[in-house]
């Protein structure tokens, strides 16, 4: 069955920042680039430094672990995300400056895409078809004189697969496979620039890839790492021979292929073994239950009605079948969302071995309030105003209109004393309107977090949990929603006047409304949806055909009853199997 068609008319380019927190770390400290170093949250290594890969150390390891491996490491503890999440705001809009479009999308805190369409289009109609090596790629279309010198004829940087001799052979006509060709090494070049220029003037390496779609630009960078650039060269269809597209996606195991989630593999891997499979992506345990892309794709009555039996039922997309056939054959028509300068909610969370007692948890609720009125301000305040006028008269960018609070029970244990981590039953959340007194500046954080907890916090807890006895809570989540933007010519925006802003919010959102079990619809985390760290800031995004939606209930870290760590969900299994092996 035939996959969408691709549109192959874009040129896109993926940047992944090399060992990101530990480059932020050494940054700071030059003299750690030449140690092994990694950086801690909770017990676990959430990313280490090339030195220290080299050294057999690598991401989501348990301290315990690497420190066996390498005794020398140097820890760093990383659980406060400001620096990360400062620096990551830099570097996108450095890179987002090179662009002529607002289409600069933001993945995380290290990887961003980048459509640069208009500057490749611009710049083909300038090339000299007769004297393409000496090329000239004008970055300004209002001077020309602004850009760089490069060569037109050959990629820079490395491909996938390798090109050997001249990729434009000579006298061939400008058809649409030329055409491609021709693009993709302009937008090489122009990669092999914007990271020359990271690397200069703020030092930081990336990783990057280039090609017409998110999907393939962000799969293909990650062929040379670190500090390297691929581009995915052509054929892209499959009338020209063997597509390099199929042939680079069939090679990917198919929990890789961004968009298709942790269970929809696990459930595809069952269907194509006829057996659960044991296989643990993380760790790469049980090779044996890999299941290839190129398995799945050329399995007779594959398509996606069939993908749609497999994956398709409660909670599922209708177009799931659909969705991941196209991603199957390397269909990715998602566009580079247009920058967004604040983010659609902020949340602060934490998990808990058990809270049981009122008290305990009006003391969490204060300390999760301090931090997200402190996220607030530094992500919603205007920086410049801030810094060029002084603390007096800072402005709001936006401001949130919905505060929500979020819980979670602790599964119930088993028979056996063990209990079952995939339980997502015992969330609940409420939302209600952001009182105005939260964006107050007169006073320190932590009295209005007081205040919003006496005011607000506390009576939602009270209609999520009516009972005295509300069971053993294992995570709170804090969060403000719903942001509307107070600056700019945005149609949300409502100007910054915060008075008038909240009238305008009139009473739909004055009454709480009650949701359970859903949790973060469609809201790709910054951060800890992939680790360990107690602080979240989530930015919400609308491409769900990018996201891994069958992933949403699931929580985010688990506690181990054994150790006491909190292990992300999906580092689980290994976390449970490095238990079980004796030491
Ligand atoms: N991170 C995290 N928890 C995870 C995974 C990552 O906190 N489960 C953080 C630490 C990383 C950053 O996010 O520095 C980016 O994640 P990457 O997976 O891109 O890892 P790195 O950039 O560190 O390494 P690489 O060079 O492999 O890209
Ligand atoms: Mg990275």
Redesign the pocket.
């Known amino acids: 069955m035939a996959a969408l068609r691709r549109d192959d008319n874009r040129v896109i380019i993926h940047f992944?920042?090399?060992?990101?927190?530990?480059s932020v770390l050494e940054a700071e400290n030059p003299a750690l680039k030449s140690l092994p170093l990694a950086?801690q949250?909770k017990q676990i290594i959430?990313?280490c430094n090339?030195e220290a890969r080299r050294r057999g150390l690598r991401?989501?390891q348990l301290i315990k672990e690497a420190k066996q491996i390498c005794p020398d490491v140097v820890i760093i503890l990383?659980e406060d995300l400001t620096k990360?999440r400062d620096v990551s705001k830099s570097l996108y809009c450095f890179l987002k400056s090179f662009l002529w479009t607002q289409k600069a999308e933001r993945l995380?805190?290290?990887?961003v895409f980048l459509d640069v369409t208009e500057m490749i289009d611009y710049n083909m109609s300038l090339l000299n078809r007769h004297d393409l090596a000496h090329s000239f790629f004008c970055l300004d279309k209002r001077d020309p004189a602004i850009g760089f010198q490069f060569d037109a004829t050959s990629y820079c940087g490395l491909t996938y697969p390798e090109t050997i001799g001249s990729p434009l052979p000579r006298n061939t006509a400008v058809d649409g496979q030329h055409n491609l060709v021709q693009r993709l090494i302009l937008g090489s070049h122009l990669a092999h620039y914007m990271r020359s220029r990271l690397d200069n003037e703020h030092g930081y390496t990336a990783?990057v890839g280039i090609s017409t779609s998110k999907l393939l630009a962000k799969l293909v960078g990650n062929v040379n790492?670190?500090n390297n650039q691929t581009t995915l060269v052509p054929p892209y269809s499959n009338s020209e021979g063997m597509s390099n597209v199929n042939r680079f996606i069939d090679d990917h195991e198919i929990g890789k292929i961004p968009g298709i989630g942790f269970k929809s593999a696990r459930k595809i891997r069952t269907y194509i073994l006829h057996r659960e499979a044991t296989f643990e992506p993380y760790t790469e345990r049980n090779v044996d239950d890999q299941v290839k892309v190129r398995e799945v794709r050329l399995t007779p009555t594959m398509g996606p009605p069939k993908l749609l039996d497999i994956l398709g039922g409660h909670g599922a997309s209708r177009d799931i079948g659909f969705q991941i056939w196209n991603l199957l054959n390397g269909v990715d028509n998602s566009e580079v969302l247009e920058a967004r300068i604040v983010p659609t909610q902020i949340s602060i969370e934490d998990s808990y071995k058990g809270l049981e007692q009122f008290e305990d948890v009006k003391k969490q609720l204060n300390l999760l309030a301090a931090s997200l009125i402190k996220r607030v301000r530094t992500d919603l305040l205007d920086e410049q105003d801030h810094d060029t006028k002084g603390n007096d008269t800072p402005r709001w960018t936006a401001l949130p209109r919905t505060l929500r609070l979020s819980t979670r029970r602790r599964s119930p244990k088993n028979a056996d004393g063990s209990r079952d981590y995939s339980y997502a039953n015992g969330r609940t959340s409420r939302s209600g309107p952001v009182p105005k007194f939260m964006f107050s500046l007169a006073e320190s954080a932590e009295a209005v977090a007081e205040k919003l907890v006496d005011d607000s916090l506390v009576s939602m807890f009270r209609k999520l949990h009516p009972d005295k006895s509300f069971g053993e809570l294992s995570l709170i989540n804090v969060a403000v929603t719903n942001m509307v933007e107070t600056a700019g010519d945005d149609k949300q925006s409502s100007g910054r006047d915060i008075g008038k802003m909240f009238k305008q919010q009139g009473s739909s959102i004055a009454s709480a409304v009650v949701e359970t079990n859903r949790l973060d619809d469609q809201v790709y985390q910054d951060?800890t949806s992939?680790?360990a760290?107690n602080v979240t800031v989530t930015t919400q995004i609308d491409n769900t055909e990018w996201e891994e939606s069958d992933e949403e209930d699931v929580p985010s870290a688990q506690l181990c009853d054994v150790c006491g760590s909190h292990i992300?969900v999906f580092?689980f299994g290994a976390h449970a199997l490095y238990h079980a092996v004796p030491d």
């Open positions: 992944d920042y090399d060992c990101f927190y530990a950086v949250q959430v990313t090339y991401k989501l990383g990360f995380g805190f290290d990887e990783t790492k670190p951060s992939r680790n760290a992300p580092a």
